[in-house]
């Protein structure tokens, strides 16, 4: 077996090669430790976002639980800003360390979501939701996976949602989630997803049109449902 000379040129170009990614992974792992501790903090605020939009199922007025939630939004912008500043230090190389921010920024889109919908019964955008959290697409911008997947999550509520509303008397209630569901859960089905994990969300997202529908069948059924628009009981009809 040969062994390099440590004064020959093949051995000094060996170590001049370690030495210089002795310095890439320290500056990169440097790099990632100051991601995550702002992760972290992003993190700390989304739960109290949804400790204070939990309230939202104990049926308080949706304005009162929204304005705590909403409060919390304006840092959250600060912590994208400094992720943004340490982000820009390493361009191109976005997706690199995309992966110590992304679950944090799928619980914020679907908190976003959440209260966005509470308060105009729509589905808030991605550009708007880029906007909320002033991220800027040349620089930090909200990846569509991370959009996507946040909306599933938000789904997740709703059937709580629709029980909760249910029991205090909101008969009407059902109606109209179910609409909004069956009308989100079509428009997914217009993507070509993978088999990977957006995927499997939005095959749970069936599920939790499913309960919507099993609770307005039943308060129809019971005659407690108002009169109005059937167009969502229809839509679902014709997906199931």
Avoid at 67 to 87: D, F, N, P
Avoid at 108 to 137: D, N, Y
Avoid at 203 to 208: E, F, I, S, T
Wanted: charged share 25%; net charge negative; with cysteine.
């Amino acid at each position: 077996m040969a062994f390099l000379n440590p004064s020959s040129p093949t051995s000094e170009k060996l170590e001049k090669q370690f030495v210089e990614f002795r310095h890439h992974l320290e500056e990169s792992g440097n790099l990632r430790e100051r991601i995550q501790a702002v992760a972290t903090e992003i993190d700390s605020v989304t739960r109290i976002i949804y400790a204070s939009l939990l309230l939202v199922h104990q049926c308080l007025p949706v304005s009162e639980v929204i304005e705590k939630a909403k409060a919390q939004i304006g840092v959250l912008k600060e912590h994208y800003s400094r992720l943004s500043e340490i982000v820009r230090e390493c361009p191109g190389q976005y997706y690199r360390y995309h992966g110590d921010w992304k679950s944090e920024t799928q619980t914020v889109v679907s908190l976003l979501a959440f209260m966005h919908w509470l308060e105009t019964g729509t589905l808030v955008l991605h550009s708007e939701v880029e906007e909320k959290l002033g991220l800027i697409p040349t620089e930090l911008g909200l990846d569509v996976d991370d959009y996507l997947v946040g909306i599933c999550f938000m789904s997740n509520e709703l059937p709580r949602y629709v029980v909760n509303q249910v029991t205090a008397g909101d008969y009407d209630c059902p109606r109209k989630v179910l609409k909004f569901l069956t009308d989100l859960h079509a428009a997914f089905r217009m993507l070509n997803l993978r088999n990977d994990f957006l995927r499997k969300k939005f095959d749970g997202m069936k599920y939790d049109l499913r309960k919507v529908e099993e609770v307005f069948y039943d308060v129809k059924i019971r005659g407690l449902a108002a009169n109005g628009d059937s167009v969502g009981e229809k839509q679902a009809q014709g997906q199931s």
